[in-house]
């Protein structure tokens, strides 16, 4: 639709708009991949990535939400992309949400624990990235909006785990023991039991023109990638056959967009360590029928959608100031000394390899400043409410946020507009764990989650009552 069609429908202010595009990301064969304990180069490309957007307008309040095939963007580089889509088209950083899907398929712009950033990717992305929202918003017209949700077990595991007595799972960076295993890799018979439920909800928002044809739907699902692929491949994971999948059974023309985001799965992934032969294990068959019955699942949801084509669009913005966890001069001597007396080169992935990785990340966050810009967003779209927060948060987390928010569909899209690392609740940071090793990755305080999650509903109340207002 044209930008004078829709600013002769203005004096409607009820009037939503929608439209949504992507641009091909795909980072070229030889980019680094990751995000990962060490470095890896891309010499497959299995499937195509993109940057989504996704654009409403109701009146003089316009909101975009771009999902990208990443892994992790960092603070500073959400920030520069997002002042570049605001010089391109107008809008307000307030009014943009910047997510990552969390695949590990993807070029690497963060460089964490023993990774590194690709430079010539992360300087190609951000154009890239702005490109899918100018074509979403050459592409606004008319539309309703309806949301709902499912259910999909059998993908999600809790992936930390109480284990048997005498097993030890020592912690790198205090050299403690942990009482919890995050991937209990090759000690599978140690285990006795998940540490935490997961939640097997797939919520969504729909949004079709008024002419009844598809223009996006927006998924989220509480769980890492499927990873069932080779660590040198470029591969949009289950997001991409997602979409894939729901493309073809709803019918919907190329115009429609399909977009996973990632939920509150921090403690959250595919691998059945008790039962690993449930899913099969050749290369790419779990993200094919993960993808699949995840589309199928809401795809059975459709005909029974309530559709609003008046739905008020609301949108808060928020930030936090939070302290940042930082190693205390003991701890800083003792990684000095450790890379004085070993190199950081070829390292392999074992006790020894693990503890220079995290030797490394002490002096690196030890440059962090005392306190972390965390950011909160909330929007709300008729019956439907999301909630998006940089960390990567937990079930628990996540669980409690759609328990406090009731009368709304609710959900939570994580690594969104500042990357706040892990964010485990203070009773996971005491029982340790990967999620909860000091690092570049995990590096907010203990009283972090609670701020987050509180401050994230006293927003979402305030948006509900101004739109009551």
Request: glycine share 8%; charged share 25%; hydrophobic share 40%.
């Amino acid at each position: 639709m044209s930008g004078d069609s829709i600013e002769n429908n203005e004096n409607n202010a009820s009037v939503l708009f929608a439209g949504a595009a992507k641009s091909d990301i795909t980072p070229s064969k030889g980019t680094l991949v990751g995000v990962d304990f060490l470095s890896h180069y891309a010499r497959f490309i299995n499937d195509t990535l993109y940057a989504k957007a996704l654009v409403l307008k109701q009146g003089h309040t316009i909101f975009v939400l771009v999902m990208v095939d990443i892994c992790i963007m960092p603070s500073d580089f959400l920030s520069h992309v997002k002042t570049k889509i605001t010089k391109a088209t107008g809008i307000k950083k307030e009014q943009i949400t910047l997510a990552c899907t969390h695949t590990h398929g993807a070029g690497d712009v963060a460089g964490l624990l023993g990774g590194a950033v690709d430079i010539a990717y992360r300087n190609k992305l951000p154009d890239l990235i702005v490109k899918s929202v100018v074509q979403a918003l050459s592409k606004l017209r008319p539309a309703k909006v309806a949301s709902g949700s499912g259910s999909l077990s059998g993908y999600s595991l809790c992936r930390r785990y109480l284990m048997k007595e005498g097993f030890e799972a020592r912690n790198p960076v205090t050299q403690q023991l942990d009482t919890i295993k995050t991937n209990p890799f090759g000690a599978e018979d140690q285990i006795i039991a998940s540490a935490a439920p997961v939640d097997p909800e797939v919520c969504f928002m729909a949004i079709k023109g008024l002419d009844n044809q598809w223009i996006a739907i927006l998924g989220n699902y509480c769980s890492h990638y499927a990873g069932d692929w080779d660590v040198d491949t470029i591969t949009a994971d289950f997001y991409g056959t997602f979409a894939k999948h729901l493309k073809k059974m709803l019918s919907a023309n190329d115009d429609f967009v399909g977009i996973m985001s990632y939920g509150t799965g921090a403690d959250v992934n595919t691998w059945n360590f008790q039962n690993p032969d449930k899913l099969p294990k050749e290369e790419f068959a779990k993200t094919e029928i993960m993808g699949r019955d995840l589309a199928r699942t809401i795809h059975e949801s459709t005909d029974s959608l309530e559709w609003i084509d008046t739905a008020e669009l609301k949108i808060a913005y928020d930030e936090l100031q939070l302290p940042i966890r930082k190693p205390d001069k003991s701890e800083l001597d003792e990684a000095e000394t450790k890379l004085n007396k070993h190199k950081l080169d070829n390292l392999e992935l074992d006790e020894h390899g693990i503890a220079m990785i995290y030797a490394r990340e002490q002096l690196l966050l030890n440059e962090y400043p005392e306190n972390h810009t965390a950011s909160l967003q909330a929007l709300k779209i008729g019956n439907q409410i999301i909630g998006m927060s940089g960390g990567e948060l937990f079930t628990e987390t996540g669980t409690w946020l759609k328990n406090a928010i009731q009368g709304h569909n609710y959900f939570t899209i994580c690594l969104a507009n500042t990357y706040d690392g892990y964010v485990p609740p203070e009773n996971e940071l005491e029982k340790g764990g990967y999620e909860t090793w000091r690092a570049r990755s995990s590096f907010l305080d203990g009283n972090a989650e609670k701020k987050l999650k509180n401050s994230l509903v006293e927003l979402i109340q305030k948006l509900v009552s101004d739109a009551k207002g």
